[in-house]
C-alpha cells in the first residue's frame, strides 16, 4: 500500500515516519510514504499556492488548481484508491474507517490548511474528507501524520504479530487489561499476585475480567458493540449490581468466577 501526501510543509509530514516501528516498515518496504510539496504544482514562479477569497473576508484560501495537478501527479492509474482531504468536518477517524483505509492500494491525503481551502477541491477533486476528532488544529499535517500511522501499522507485518493488534482495545471492542513488568514490587506497589501464578486459564481470565472493568468504568459506550460472551455479560451484570447496590469497583484481582 502506498500513501501520498499533498502539503505545504513536508517535513512536517515525513519526520514523525523516520523513527521506530513505522521507519522500519518503509525501509522494509511494507508501506509507501510519498510526501508532494504543493508549491512545486504551483503556476506561477512565486509559487503560490493561495489567494484573497472572493467576496472578502478574514483570511487566505488555499487555491484548487495546485491541488488538483498534484493529486493528478500523484494517483497511480487503474489501482484502488481514495483521496481525502483533512478537515475538521470530516468523516471522523475509528479503528472501522481505517480498516476500510487499509484495505486500499493507495491513499492519498491533502493537507488542508490556513483558513480554508477552496469549496472545489471539496466538491469535485477529494473524495471524501476526514477528521481526526472534535478539536481544531491548525493545518492538516498533525491529521495525515495520524490517519497514516493508524491505517499502516494494520498492514500485515507492520506490527510484530497479527495478535498485537488483534487484541488491543478497539479491535476487540474493549480497552486493554493492565500490563506489569519488573520489578514485583515498586515502593510498596505489588504486582497482582494472579499474574506470578503460572496458571494460563486463570491469568487469561484474569485480564479478560480486567478489560471488562476497565471498559465499563471509563469507555462504557464501547460494550454497546463489542462482541461478548455469556461470562463476559455475567461479569459485567455483577458489576452493575455492585455499582447500584453501593459498592466502589476498584480494581483488584478477587472477582474471577
Ligand atoms: Cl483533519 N484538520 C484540522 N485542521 N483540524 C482537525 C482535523 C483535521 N481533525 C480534527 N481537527
Redesign the pocket.
Given at each position: 500500500m502506498r500513501f501520498d501526501v499533498i502539503t505545504l510543509f513536508p517535513d512536517m509530514v515525513r519526520a514523525p515516519f523516520r523513527y521506530s516501528l513505522m521507519a522500519r516498515a518503509i525501509d522494509a518496504g511494507l508501506f509507501g510514504l510519498q510526501v508532494h510539496d504543493l508549491r512545486q504544482f504551483a503556476a506561477d514562479r512565486h509559487r503560490v499556492c493561495d489567494d484573497y477569497p472572493f467576496g472578502g473576508g478574514e483570511g487566505m484560501v488555499l487555491k484548487v488548481d495546485p491541488i488538483a495537478r498534484a493529486i493528478a501527479a500523484a494517483a497511480q492509474r487503474g489501482v484502488r484508491k481514495q483521496v481525502l482531504?483533512?478537515?475538521?468536518g470530516?468523516r471522523?477517524?475509528d479503528q472501522a474507517f481505517a480498516r476500510e483505509l487499509a484495505q486500499l492500494d493507495q491513499v492519498l491525503i491533502v493537507?488542508?490548511?490556513y483558513e480554508g481551502v477552496d469549496e472545489r477541491v471539496r466538491q469535485h477533486i477529494v473524495d471524501g474528507?476526514?477528521?481526526?476528532?472534535?478539536?481544531?488544529?491548525?493545518?492538516?499535517e498533525?491529521?495525515?501524520c495520524?490517519?497514516i500511522d493508524v491505517v499502516a501499522r494494520l498492514l500485515p507485518g507492520v506490527v510484530g504479530s497479527r495478535a498485537s493488534v488483534d487484541n488491543e482495545s478497539f479491535e476487540n471492542g474493549l480497552l486493554d487489561h493492565p500490563q506489569y513488568t519488573r520489578p514485583r514490587v515498586f515502593d510498596g506497589l505489588a504486582v497482582p499476585e494472579v499474574l506470578l501464578s503460572g496458571d494460563h486459564g486463570r491469568i487469561a481470565r484474569w485480564r479478560r475480567q480486567e478489560a471488562l472493568r476497565r471498559t465499563w468504568r471509563d469507555r462504557p459506550d464501547l460494550l454497546e458493540n463489542a462482541p461478548l460472551s455469556e461470562e463476559d455479560r455475567r461479569f459485567l451484570g455483577a458489576l452493575d449490581v455492585r455499582r447500584d447496590s453501593g459498592f466502589e469497583a476498584g480494581s483488584s484481582d478477587e472477582h474471577e468466577s
Open positions: 482531504l483533512t478537515s475538521p470530516g471522523r477517524l493537507c488542508g490548511h474528507e476526514v477528521s481526526i476528532g472534535d478539536y481544531v488544529l491548525t493545518g492538516g498533525l491529521a495525515a495520524v490517519i
